[in-house]
């Protein structure tokens, strides 16, 4: 994706995000309703499978878009290194809990996320020349380099004979986080607490400089703005972002560290909830993963009703994956700030609604 389509977003999307953050009766119902269900009710009514198979990836995936929205959305630096960077989170946050079992686990997770980062500065340090396609190009490269490297050399997988290795427990403050209860909270826990980081980063002098990059760099560049230190800190704190998604998917969802899981598909499939989601937008992120991650199931349900299974599986996902393709052309040509726009305006006709 060019960065002149990354760079569209600003006016009428931002009027959208602002109803839905600023409406301040109706946010301040909806976020305290979203507090009392996701950490109250779901681990009391919820199943396992419900819980493990639903909810746990549906946030993961909330995260990773995250990362991958502060780059792209907010900074206009396109990537295609998603997968990868939640493989160095996860393969680093594995061997900080390996070689250091003294550490915590938020501070194992956070070594993990920083780690991440720090890789996810050296993959950017081509935007500060080029842009566009041929950043894509680099952070493509990246994904299959890190991915080989894994596979490659043992240490990052403690020599195991299987490239697929086992997590350790989720240990936290003598607790066993084992538990599909366990892992929930841990994960909704940790995807809350970054997700208010970077609403207050993104309001603050750096989410502004990133905008003004992301909307034209040589202007940003004269008024002042350190661009380079903007490009790379947004592909720092985006990477930091994905690597925390990675550990949680490898120990949270998963239960094992396997480089396959993060290949250019995971890549694909978190910039599909951003497209889908909205660009510039932190409840996008959310959007976009129920959408990705619930409508796979909405078909296989519907499809086993309708035809009670006498379609292959393997049919069923090729269908999903060109229901998702109409849907990302649709909405580029569309709807191009996501289903968040399409939410921004629903929640102002209410407003007119309910002040008449």
């Known amino acids: 994706m060019s960065s002149s389509a990354v760079s569209e977003a600003p006016a009428e999307f931002a009027a959208s995000s602002a109803t839905f953050l600023h409406a301040k009766p109706l946010a301040a119902i909806f976020t305290g309703a979203l507090i009392v269900a996701f950490f109250g009710l779901v681990p009391l009514l919820g199943n396992d499978y419900w819980l493990g198979a639903i909810l746990i990836p549906f946030l993961i995936m909330s995260l990773a878009g995250l990362g991958l929205n502060i780059t792209m959305g907010y900074a206009g630096q396109a990537s295609l290194g998603t997968g990868a960077f939640m493989a160095v989170g996860a ?29 996810g500065v050296i993959v950017g340090l081509p935007s500060l020349r080029i842009k566009g396609f041929y950043l894509v190009a680099t952070t493509l490269a990246a994904q299959f380099f890190l991915e080989w490297m894994f596979n490659q050399y043992g240490w990052f997988s403690n020599y195991s004979t299987s490239t697929s290795i086992s997590a350790p427990r989720l240990v936290l403050f003598g607790q066993d986080l084992n538990t599909p209860v366990g892992r929930y909270l841990l994960t909704l826990t940790t995807v809350s607490v970054v997700a208010l980081v970077a609403w207050k980063l993104v309001r603050s002098q750096t989410g502004r400089s990133w905008m003004a990059i992301r909307d034209m760099d040589t202007a940003a560049a004269i008024v002042g703005i350190p661009v380079a230190q903007g490009k790379l800190s947004a592909f720092f704190i985006g990477a930091l972002i994905c690597g925390l998604a990675g550990a949680l998917w490898a120990f949270a969802y998963l239960g094992t ?36 991650t619930l409508l796979p199931i909405l ?11 006498a379609i292959d599986a393997g049919q069923l996902e090729n269908f999903q994956k060109v229901l998702f393709g109409a849907l990302i052309i649709w909405f580029l040509i569309k709807e191009p700030h996501g289903l968040a726009a399409l939410l921004g305006r629903l929640l102002r006709r209410l407003q007119a609604i309910a002040s008449r």
């Open 91 to 119: 393969y680093a946050t594995y061997n900080v809990l390996l070689r250091l079992p003294e550490l915590p686990l938020p501070v194992s997770l956070l070594a993990g996320g920083l780690i991440a980062g720090l890789v």
């Open 257 to 292: 560290v396997d480089a396959r899981s993060f290949n250019l598909d995971r890549s694909f499939q978190v910039m599909f909830i951003v497209i889908i989601g909205g660009l510039g937008s932190l409840i996008g992120n959310v959007l976009g993963a129920a959408f990705i």
């Open 299 to 309: 078909i296989d349900h519907v499809a086993d009703r309708l035809f009670g299974g």
